[in-house]
T-cell receptor, first 111, second 112 residues
Framework: KQEVTQIPAALSVPEGENLVLNCSFT??????LQWFRQDPGKGLTSLLLIQSSQREQTSGRLNASLDKSSGRSTLYIAASQPGDSATYLCAVNRRDYKLSFGAGTTVTVRA | DTGVSQNPRHKITKRGQNVTFRCDPI?????LYWYRQTLGQGPEFLTY????????KSRLLSDRFSAERPKGSFSTLEIQRTEQGDSAMYLC??????????FGDGTRLSIL
């Protein structure tokens, strides 16, 4: 069974600081990995998807890396803003359709 | 709005009652997924459809749960004889093959 762990569970930073969110998974035989954002009481917004053959993906201030051999992915958010406050979830896709999620990292960016 | 739509947004019911949720996926997506999320946890996979065929069901989906996707369009998730432990957020997602899953805002179920 695929286990996905996200550390830390919560993070508070001042505005402008760079954010580093970690995700680890136990089974390296993955199809792809996806990072999501979830606001309170809302659904999930897809941020980045990294295919198993890729090392990283970038979108604006977001950059996600993938190291399959060590079972790790890292989401970097540059120059954080109060609007970045949310829960960030990592999900590993092992069979092309079935996402296994971590419990998330709740981020607070202080103005 | 062409995103994934879920109804109702909230459902409060008494234990033992039946409930049904609806999901309307993004129109061009042939895959549809159901997940369940409890407080402080990530979503857990329940089941998925490719077109109208239900291709996998999680062991989390007891015989009180049934999902359908007639004609490969919208989907319904029914829970019979609800229990306290069924209280959760039920999330629906859709995608095309090899593409990211897009989620709706979910239906929050509260069992009294």
């Amino acid at each position: 069974k695929q286990e996905v762990t996200q550390i830390p569970a919560a993070l508070s930073v001042p505005e402008g600081e760079n954010l580093v969110l970690n995700c680890s998974f136990t089974d390296s035989a993955i199809y792809n990995l996806q990072w999501f954002r979830q606001d309170p009481g809302k659904g999930l917004t897809s941020l980045l998807l990294i295919q198993s053959s890729q090392r990283e993906q970038t979108s604006g201030r977001l950059n996600a890396s993938l190291d399959k051999s060590s079972g790790r992915s890292t989401l970097y958010i540059a120059a954080s803003q109060p609007g970045d406050s949310a829960t960030y979830l990592c999900a590993v896709n092992r069979r092309d359709y079935k996402l296994s999620f971590g419990a998330g990292t709740t981020v607070t960016v202080r103005a | 709005d062409t995103g994934v739509s879920q109804n109702p947004r909230h459902k409060i019911t008494k234990r033992g009652q039946n409930v049904t949720f609806r999901c309307d996926p993004i129109s061009e997506h042939n895959r549809l997924y159901w997940y369940r999320q409890t407080l402080g946890q990530g979503p857990e996979f329940l089941t998925y459809f490719q077109n109208e065929a239900q291709l996998e069901k999680s062991r989390l989906l007891s015989d009180r749960f049934s999902a359908e996707r007639p004609k490969g369009s919208f989907s319904t998730l029914e829970i019979q004889r609800t229990e306290q432990g069924d209280s959760a957020m039920y999330l629906c997602a859709s995608s095309s093959i090899n593409q990211p899953q897009h989620f709706g805002d979910g239906t929050r179920l509260s069992i009294l």
